[in-house]
């Protein structure tokens, strides 16, 4: 900004220039709409109801109340005549008389029609009549349900307090159970009132989308609609399963009933002839016929019981974990025995005798500390049975089922346990060696809800995503059938599967299921 005494010169950031000449009285600085570079004011007369008296820059003024400029003078306002209106501004007179006065009146407020209606809707609230009236009163169907909700909380009530009984527990829980579902304030598993959610599915299968959520309520995981009515399909399906699995248990748990009542007549029976046959001996003249009978019966009781024993070579009746093997089991068991048969048909009979004998021990394990027969945690990752809950068992499928053992060396230590060699001071086992089979536990083909061998993705079969990460190859086939129910061929294909894969890849030493 440059000044002097007549003039103002004004720059701005990008350069331009304002020059600011002054003007003499009646006119302003007025600046130029040219565009052109400086700007320079020219002076330019004041417009009508305003004036200026003196030479400069300023700009000019409002005529002062009861004075006016009609564009004759513009140095100085004219007076207007006496009891004209002019106010301040004025570029000309007006006349009291062209004047009208209007007064501005609020009246009172007045209720309003909402005020009303309220007054009548409490007064037919609390007003019962006859007929239809009644009928629509609000306060009479209000007691209603007043009523039938202090009946049901009496209920409740009775069958908490009151009833101790199993099928009234579970009536008032369902009962709760509804009540819960009918919520209309509270958000989650809910049947009216629940407001669906904005956000992306949490189920692992779905894509990142924003969808409307749901609260599963067998997860209590907020998922979209789709994943929702699987998650449902899959409860029913598992409520199915376990409801066969309960008919099943029932079958097993009456044939075993069965089985043991028989083999406790048979054991009355045989110690009946032990003790018949202690008398005997305690009296030496007994009869030689009496004497040759009871040998006799004695000896096809013993016949009879190693016949049984060398049909059960699988899984003895005294091993505690056989009920979490499947019925699968006699398939491997015939198959093992058929195995051998073709592998050692030029066996001996006194050869085949002792392996029947190996496979028959029933007796405590004796693999319940680190070390025993050279087997360790550390080197072989084996797993050791508790010393104070050992007891005997079938040690066959017991090192198979319960250890994981390799056949191999399953015979290994039956040989030993057989000779009873001290298993805290013989060595059996090299450091190095790979005694733990892998491939008894296996992914099962439908872990990601569709068959995951790639020699079986012809198949194009799908199913429910399956919960189970790994299964005993034992088990599979029944598995497969049960829980995702696929065909018997397609079963028995991807079990005969797997039996070739471990059949090709025995050496390997990585398992079939990775390590998470």
């Known amino acids: 900004m440059i000044s002097s005494s007549i003039s103002l010169t004004l720059m701005d950031s990008s350069g331009n220039l304002l020059i600011f000449n002054p003007t003499p ?19 330019e007369s004041c417009p009508l109801g305003m004036y200026k ?20 003078a513009t140095v100085q306002c004219t007076p207007c005549a006496s009891g004209a209106f002019c106010p301040l501004g004025s570029v000309s007179e007006t006349s009291q008389s062209a004047l009208k006065i209007i007064e501005q009146v609020i009246a009172y407020p007045k209720s309003s029609d909402t005020t009303i209606f309220d007054e009548i809707l409490i007064q037919n609230m609390f007003h019962i009549g006859s007929g239809h009236c009644l009928l629509i009163s609000p306060l009479f169907w209000t007691l209603i349900v007043a009523g039938l909700a202090i009946l049901v909380v009496i209920s409740m009530g009775i069958l908490k307090f009151f009833i101790r009984h199993h099928t009234c527990t579970q009536i008032r829980k369902r009962v709760q159970w509804i009540f819960k579902k009918t919520d209309l304030i509270g958000e989650g598993e809910l049947w009216v009132g629940e407001m669906p959610k904005k956000g992306s599915c949490t189920d692992i299968t779905c894509d990142d989308g924003i969808k409307e ?20 399909e899959t409860t029913k399906q598992n409520k199915r399963r376990l409801d066969s699995l309960r008919n099943e248990l029932n079958t097993v748990v009456n044939t075993l009933e069965l089985i043991v009542e028989e083999k406790l007549f048979t054991i009355r029976r045989e110690q009946n002839l032990i ?28 016949a009879s019981n190693r016949s049984d024993v060398a049909e059960e070579l699988g899984i003895s009746k005294d091993d505690r974990y056989s009920t979490c093997i499947n019925h699968d089991v006699n398939d491997t068991t015939s198959f093992d025995k058929t195995t051998t048969s073709i592998e050692d048909q030029h066996v001996n009979e006194e050869q085949e005798e ?72 013989t060595k059996l086992f090299d450091g ?3 005694v733990i089979d892998h491939f008894y536990k296996v992914p099962c083909p439908f872990f990601n809800g569709r068959i995951n061998l790639p020699e079986y993705n012809q198949q194009n079969v799908a199913t429910i995503q399956c919960q189970c990460r790994s ?19 397609l079963a028995q294909k991807l079990v005969n599967g797997f039996k070739e894969y471990r059949k090709k890849n025995a050496t390997a030493l990585t398992p079939l299921i990775p390590s998470t």
């Open 213 to 232: 959520l749901y609260e599963c309520h067998c997860c209590s995981r907020l998922i979209c609609i789709n994943h929702l009515i699987q998650h449902i």
């Open 354 to 425: 002792r392996k029947r004998k190996l496979y028959n021990i029933c007796d405590n394990c004796p693999l319940t500390f680190d070390g025993a027969y050279g087997l360790t945690k550390t080197n072989h990752s084996m797993e050791f049975c508790e010393h104070r809950k050992n007891r005997r068992v079938g040690l066959y499928s017991h090192f198979i089922y319960k250890h994981q053992l390799k056949k191999v060396y399953v015979q290994r230590l039956l040989r030993a346990v057989a000779d009873k060699q001290d298993p805290r001071i």
């Open 53 to 72: 008296n003196q030479t400069g820059i300023n700009d000019c003024i409002l005529c002062p109340t009861g004075t006016k400029n009609s564009g004759n």
């Open 275 to 302: 003790e018949q046959a202690k008398k005997f001996l305690d009296i030496s003249s007994t009869p030689i016929d009496e004497l040759q009978n009871i040998f006799e019966q004695i000896n096809q009781t013993i």
């Open 432 to 434: 190095n060696e790979n």
């Open 471 to 489: 299964i005993p190859l034992n088990t599979l086939k029944r598995h497969l059938l049960n829980n995702h129910k696929v065909s018997k061929p």
């Open 25 to 43: 009285p009646g006119f302003y600085p007025s600046i130029p709409a040219t565009g052109s570079v400086p700007f320079i004011t020219f002076p």
